[in-house]
């Protein structure tokens, strides 16, 4: 599934922008004009890495500073142990799309609980 | 290098040896560890450990096929290392010779005197610790916490949200002021009260009471507070014992320069154990936080590999995290040394309050309440103005 995300333009370079779906998904706009999304929620617990430290191709969780490659997913070090989703992003138009990957999504315990058990 | 030996196995010891292997070091990694587990992560012992809803295979702080190549030595305790020859001898009367030594044996609980052989007295420091307290939790009762520390905090809040009756006492006028100041000590211990845990501030612990199992808990005012399980959270020592006699400099734990040298030569220390020069403050630290056990072995494994030929680069100022009564506590900088601290953003009431504290004028340290991105951009902005 394609989705729009934001326009470039509203996106300065170093920020994220967090798409309100279920699972959430973010899309970075890197210092160097790169453009990514990964799943919002941290393997670990649940913290929403846009509110993360973006730094190059990484985002480094709010919480408990495991970073996680946006051009991968890959997570550097624990407390994160399993690697972050990624998506696809096409700009066109100056519009961002979110091309959403068809893997499972890795989210921490407690919160894919509350997804399995229903709304939390 | 040949050898490098790591003298504890937990998280320092462990990132030790990854900074190793990434940093290009390829000979023999001896780990050794006197707990006979395998790494772990000891932040959710107070919290999703404690209350039962974290098992103990998540702790692991290994990720699956991770081979690090490590010769793990586990359930022996180093008992001296010999400085000149770099061998660090064990419980078990051997010997592990190595070119570069890596010590990271962290820290332990401290107890209060005349406590020993109690029943239902804990100090929570390892796995096994957290298990027995966690067991005991489960049957319910009246709980008194000695210390209004971090840890003495967490412990009182899951056991609060597991049921119990808690009460917790606090030497200090007021807790957390050491790591947090007055003000903001005032208003993140005011959690307690706010659900209706007891805190008892400005009265110390004159004694236990009880024959086998312990009932009370014995003020120096002369008031007698009942109690099935009592926790004593008064701080933790570092654990340098084992090196007295090796000519290593020990001071509050092992002193380090600003890359973990410490003042023999290839042996480095990092994590609870070891007190950092800080350069900005022009003073030695220990820190007892999980980040900087987790990144400062790269600089210390940069430093031992090259024989100190590195200039250190600066650190990020210190951070920690505690999770208490449902409300995330994040805390980065030094608050010793403010002049001011102010609320930015959010009210105490609400539980999400940003502080930032300033000397003159300059922000030294930021603690946030339930406010991770505003938290993460004052962090961001402390570590530019490093
Ligand atoms: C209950 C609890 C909750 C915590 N919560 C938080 C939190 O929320 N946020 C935060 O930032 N920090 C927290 N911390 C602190 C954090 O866990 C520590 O900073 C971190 O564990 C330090 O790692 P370390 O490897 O230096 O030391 P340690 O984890 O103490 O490990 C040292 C290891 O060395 C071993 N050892 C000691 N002496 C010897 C010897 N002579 N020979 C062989 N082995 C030896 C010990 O048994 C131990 O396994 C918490 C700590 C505890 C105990
Ligand atoms: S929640 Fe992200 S590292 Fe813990």
């Known amino acids: ?120 | 290098m040949r050898t490098v030996a790591v003298v504890g196995a937990s998280l320092a010891g462990l990132s030790a040896a990854r900074s190793l292997r990434k940093q290009g070091y390829d000979g023999r990694l001896v780990v050794i560890g006197d707990e006979l587990h395998r790494p772990y992560d000891r932040p959710p012992l107070s919290k999703e450990f404690l209350s039962g809803s974290l098992a103990e295979a998540d702790l692991a702080l290994e990720p699956d096929g991770e081979d690090l190549r490590v010769q793990w030595l586990l359930g022996v305790r180093a008992v001296g290392l010999d400085g000149p020859q770099r061998a660090v001898r064990l419980a078990d009367g051997s010997e592990v010779r190595a070119d570069g030594v890596v010590i990271a044996t962290g820290a332990a609980a401290r107890t209060l005197p005349g406590t020993d052989g109690l029943t239902g007295v804990h100090t929570l420091r390892t796995l096994d610790d957290a298990r027995a307290l966690r067991d005991e939790l489960a049957l319910g009762g009246r709980l008194v916490v000695i210390g209004g520390g971090f840890i003495g905090a967490e412990v009182a809040s899951t056991a609060y949200a597991l049921g119990l009756d808690v009460t917790v006492v606090e030497a200090a006028p007021t807790p957390l002021a050491g790591p947090l100041g007055e003000t903001m000590g005032g208003i993140v211990s005011a959690l307690h009260t706010d659900h209706g845990v007891r805190l008892l501030c400005g009265v110390g612990v004159k004694g236990l009471s009880g024959r086998s199992r312990v009932d009370a808990v014995l003020l120096e005012d002369g008031r007698s507070i009942p109690a099935d399980i009592v926790v004593v959270g008064v701080g933790a020592r570092p654990c340098v014992e084992w090196l007295a006699g090796s000519g290593i400099a020990l001071a509050d734990g092992v002193t380090c320069g600003a890359d973990g040298r410490t003042s023999l030569a290839g042996v480095v220390a990092v994590g609870d154990c070891a007190s950092w020069y800080d350069p900005r403050a022009g003073l030695h630290r220990r820190v007892e936080h999980w980040t900087g056990a987790r990144e400062r072995p790269d600089a210390a494994v940069t430093a031992l590999l090259a024989g100190g030929a590195v200039e250190p680069g600066a650190p990020r100022p210190p951070y920690f995290w505690s999770d208490q009564y449902g409300v995330k506590i994040q805390f980065a900088g030094h608050a010793a040394g403010a002049d001011s601290v102010t609320i930015e953003e959010g009210a105490r009431d609400d539980h999400n309050v940003l502080a930032v504290y300033r000397r003159s004028g300059h922000p030294v340290a930021v603690l946030g309440m339930n406010q991770p991105r505003l938290f993460t951009r004052w962090r961001k902005q402390l570590a530019a103005a490093a």
Not at chain 1, 7 to 18: I, K, N, Q, T
Not at chain 1, 49 to 71: Q, T
């Open chain 1, 1 to 120: 599934m394609m989705i729009p995300a934001c326009r470039l333009v509203d996106l300065p370079r170093g920020e994220a922008y967090r798409l309100d779906i279920d699972p959430p998904v973010s899309v970075f706009h890197t210092d160097d004009g790169e453009v990514f999304a990964i799943d919002d929620t941290c393997t670990h617990q649940d913290a929403s890495l846009a509110d993360g430290w973006l730094e190059g191709c990484e985002v480094e969780c709010p919480l408990h500073a495991s970073k996680f490659d946006l051009r991968t997913g890959a997570v550097d070090a624990p407390p994160a142990k399993r690697p972050v989703r990624t998506h696809a992003v096409h700009v066109e138009d100056g519009m961002i799309y979110v091309q959403l990957s068809t893997d499972a999504p890795n989210l921490p315990p407690c919160v894919a609980a509350r997804l399995a058990g229903g709304p939390a």
